[in-house]
């Protein structure tokens, strides 16, 4: 992975993926003590930043091999990015998701024209063996989620758009703050930062109880989680760290952090009700840490990826709940 392929990436997404905007307000650097500044992924296609990572795969493949399909597995973010790529591409996709996804992710993944094969993730059933499996029998191209070169070349565009608009507001030293699951977004993102714009460093930020990437920075080795459900966060419930991602983020990334469920809530409803834009509880980790962890985060500015707003309905209630 280097910096060649994030460029090579954006120019084969451009005018294809939205350059999304640094949303920043008022009310909610009181909270955090500090300037907020937001990148708002959640107004990707597909309502993520997992569009960019499958429109760099898909397009990178030659057009004999592309044409055959491509298969992915993911609770909803990435099926649905696999899914909008594959359909712009005019080509067949298999999605692999859990049955306990929620029921937006897995009937959008549909209506974009995939396949959709659910399996028991809460059973212990392999996602990987099971895609693996299917991709061998139709001789489709697996496309992994995080643990693949052009997927985090295609993420890592969001911090090329980051380094160049953060120079825009006058940012040149600041932690960029990351949802993050397998680690493809904040391997990409980092990446890209420490080619162009080394003094914003980037930190991943994940689900209490499900922080393997934290404890890995922290340990050296990979780490795995103990469980694979369990937390509202469901975009980002990974069993570890990807082999290619975690030696990107030990180089480069700081250190990671956790919030709770609940923080995720209440960053959802300060999102929506101060920046106007829906996040998702995966998707909103990262604005939590900003505004509930203040003391772990350095410099006058902090810098926060949006990174998903595909949330159910009944979830985003709850989240407004807390609002009165």
């Known amino acids: 992975m280097n910096i060649a392929m994030i460029e090579a990436a954006a120019r084969r997404l451009h005018g294809r993926a939205r350059v999304t905007p640094l949303l920043s307000s008022p009310f909610l650097d009181e909270i955090a003590g500090r300037r907020v500044l937001v990148k708002a992924e959640c107004l990707q296609h597909t309502g993520s930043f997992k569009f960019r990572g499958a429109w760099s795969a898909i397009s990178a493949l030659d057009a004999e091999t592309r044409a055959k399909g491509v298969l992915a597995y993911s609770s909803g973010n990435h099926a649905q990015g696999i899914a909008e790529a594959a359909r712009l591409h005019a080509i067949p996709a298999v999605i692999v998701m859990p049955r306990d996804a929620p029921r937006l992710k897995i009937e959008n993944t549909r209506a974009l024209g995939a396949e959709v094969v659910l399996y028991d993730r809460a059973g212990g059933e392999d996602r990987e063996a099971l895609g693996a499996a299917i991709a061998a029998e139709r001789g489709l191209t697996l496309v992994r989620p995080y643990d693949e070169p ?127 834009i829906v996040l998702e509880p995966g998707g909103a980790v990262a604005l939590a840490a900003a505004l509930f962890r203040p003391g772990a985060v350095e410099g006058g500015a902090v810098i926060v990826v949006a990174s998903g707003g595909n949330v159910d309905p009944p979830v985003f209630r709850r989240a407004l709940d807390l609002c009165g």
């Open 150 to 276: 052009e997927v985090i070349a295609g993420q890592g565009t969001v911090g090329l758009e980051i380094a160049a608009q953060a120079a825009a507001e006058g940012v040149a030293e600041a932690d960029v703050l990351v949802c993050c699951g397998g680690g493809g977004l904040t391997s990409g993102i980092a990446l890209a930062l420490a080619a162009k714009a080394p003094g914003l460093r980037a930190r991943p930020v994940e689900p209490e109880g499900f922080d393997d990437v934290a404890r890995s920075l922290a340990a050296g080795r990979i780490l795995s989680n103990e469980g694979a459900t369990g937390s509202l966060c469901d975009a980002i419930l990974t069993p570890a760290p990807g082999g290619l991602t975690f030696p990107i983020m030990a180089l480069h990334c700081g250190p990671g952090l956790a919030v709770s469920d609940g923080e995720a809530l209440r960053a959802m409803a300060l999102a929506f009700l101060r920046l106007k």
